[in-house]
């Protein structure tokens, strides 16, 4: 066990391009979940899976992001058309079951920066 | 929506000195988390409270879990340079997502 890996580390991007960022959580979480993190900021929930199911996504998802869990394991993030307002920390976390069990276990996140 | 408000925002203290921070919420959480995030990286859990009430410890660290629900406090004593960095504290809420403060940072001064 390796623990939640996060790649790429750092993206820098121009506005208008597409991006995808990609979490292996701990092998037996069957829970992955995404965060944003800004400037001084904690983290801000963006979406959740079960397995392969996506549970729930919050209003700061808009319809330029998009999440897959398409065998319960890895996950990606896609956000499409970047905008500079997307330039944040993104943060992946995986749990056994629920948050009641222990908390998460996060990644080291992915800086994208858009320019 | 579900909001933590963490203080104080920033500390500046000696080393050897104990920190006391505090986070409220006017939800209720059936779980409150508190975590350490150093530059650069993800944060990592320090302890977890499951309990109104609970008092629990992690070596120089302690949190308890308010009666009221609403409510956490993060001791630090002893405090060494390895200790700088941001606290968050984090409430599970009945959704299980976990809702984080805002942080508060640690200085300590040489």
């Known amino acids: 066990d390796t623990g939640v890996s996060q790649d790429p580390r750092h993206k820098i991007t121009k506005r208008g391009q597409n991006v995808t960022f990609r979490c292996d959580p701990i092998?037996?979480?069957?829970?992955l979940y995404w965060y944003r993190q800004t400037l001084g900021q904690g983290p801000e929930f963006l979406t959740y899976f079960q397995n392969e199911a996506q549970l729930e996504k919050s209003r700061l998802l808009s319809d330029r992001f998009s999440a897959e869990r398409p065998k319960g394991s890895f996950s990606t993030l896609e956000i499409q058309r970047t905008e500079q307002g997307d330039s944040a920390m993104y943060l992946c976390a995986s749990s056994l079951d629920s948050a009641a069990s222990g908390g998460y276990t996060f990644g080291s996140g992915t800086r994208l920066t858009v320019v | 929506g579900q909001q933590l408000n963490q203080s104080p925002q920033s500390m500046f203290i000696q080393e050897g000195e104990d920190v006391s921070m505090n986070c409220t919420s006017s939800?209720?959480?059936?779980?409150w988390l508190w975590y350490k995030q150093d530059p650069g990286e993800g944060p990592v859990l320090l302890i977890a409270l499951y309990k109104a009430g609970e008092l629990t410890s992690n070596g120089r660290l302690t949190a308890q879990f308010g009666i009221t629900r609403k409510d956490s406090f993060l001791n630090i004593s002893a405090s060494i340079p390895s200790d700088v960095g941001i606290y968050f504290c984090?409430?599970?809420?009945?959704?299980?997502?976990?809702?984080f403060g805002k942080g508060t940072r640690l200085h300590i001064l040489p």
């Open positions: 092998s037996e979480h069957n829970r």
């Open positions: 984090a409430g599970g809420d009945r959704d299980d997502k976990i809702i």
């Open positions: 939800s209720i959480f059936n779980t």
